[in-house]
């Protein structure tokens, strides 16, 4: 069978990320701004985990939109569908299959003791339900389905993966070698991005006070005075520390932005005040969005591009998914 990748050698690297809602410029420097690198490195699949998203309620308009305006940030961000496989979750129907498959493979006891679930219970106490239960077990079907060599996560996601691997393990160790083991991968610059109002905590697109994050959808202006107000001690000297969580914060966003070592970033606001700093960082991000915008703009005009992108995407996936789904039919006796 003809590879669906131009270059079938190289590992194959996977992620997906739930349309929750635009993302932050966390995202970007977390998550996307890496995807887009390690392009060329590998063969990517990135998928906008949409079956996820119905581990809490939504309004079912808002999720169809959100989910295109997804693929179309994406795309704008630098995601090159000559490269990499974009694709939608819920129009690859093996995942949900191969979910409840594994589900049977998974014990009650290993799911209790996920961390984020036990979070996610405490904050949603009145809807509890059991697809919150069994999402790491959606997520290994994601990432099991296309043989991963590696996925790009953040420490929030470890244990999942960890999961991942025992649940593919016990399964190979039964039917005999199914599922390549998947290894995490973390990129060499990024890392977490905090809260501009509380930088103790990490950027999140549902913080109550906007100030605390930048949408990377959010005007010049906004994002200039969003880091403007951004909050930092009073020493007012411009270094990496922990004991200076606001100010390291600062430097890391405009070093992986910059693409500058943090002691550069040091280095070179050395003599300058905090403001003038927080501003020089404003402006960076603000510049490194901009053409990020733009092209969103271009692209969320033209929903049946869009469509036809996830479409032909899903194709491809569909082919890779269908054949490991077969093999793990033909293994445990699904006729
Ligand atoms: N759970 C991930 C998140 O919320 C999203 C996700 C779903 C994912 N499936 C995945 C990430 C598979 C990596 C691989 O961030």
Known sequence: MKSIFNEPEKQIMLSGIQPTGIFTLGNYIGAIKNWRKVQDKYNCLYFIANLHSLTVRNDPQKL???????????????IDVEKSILFIQSHVPEHAELSWVLQCYTQFGELSRMTQFKDKSLKNADNVNAGLFGYPVLMAADILLYQSDFVPIGADQKQH???????ANRFNQLYGPTFKLPNPYIPKSGGRVM????????????DKNSNGFISV???????????????TDSESKIYFSDKKPGISNLITIYSTLAEIEIKEVEEKFRDKGYGEFKLAVGELVAETLKPIQSKY?????????????CEKGSQKASVIAKKTLKSVYEKIGIL
Do not use: H, W
């Open 64 to 78: 169809k939109q959100l989910t295109l305006d997804c693929v179309a940030l994406l795309l704008a961000c630098g």
């Open 161 to 167: 993966l960890e999961i991942t691997r025992d649940i």
């Open 195 to 206: 809260s501009l109002a509380d930088p103790t905590s990490k950027m999140s697109k549902s």
């Open 217 to 231: 959808l959010d005007p010049t202006d906004v994002i200039i005075n969003k880091f403007k107000k951004a909050v």
């Open 297 to 309: 703009s271009q692209l969320s005009k033209n929903k049946n591009y869009l469509k036809d992108i």
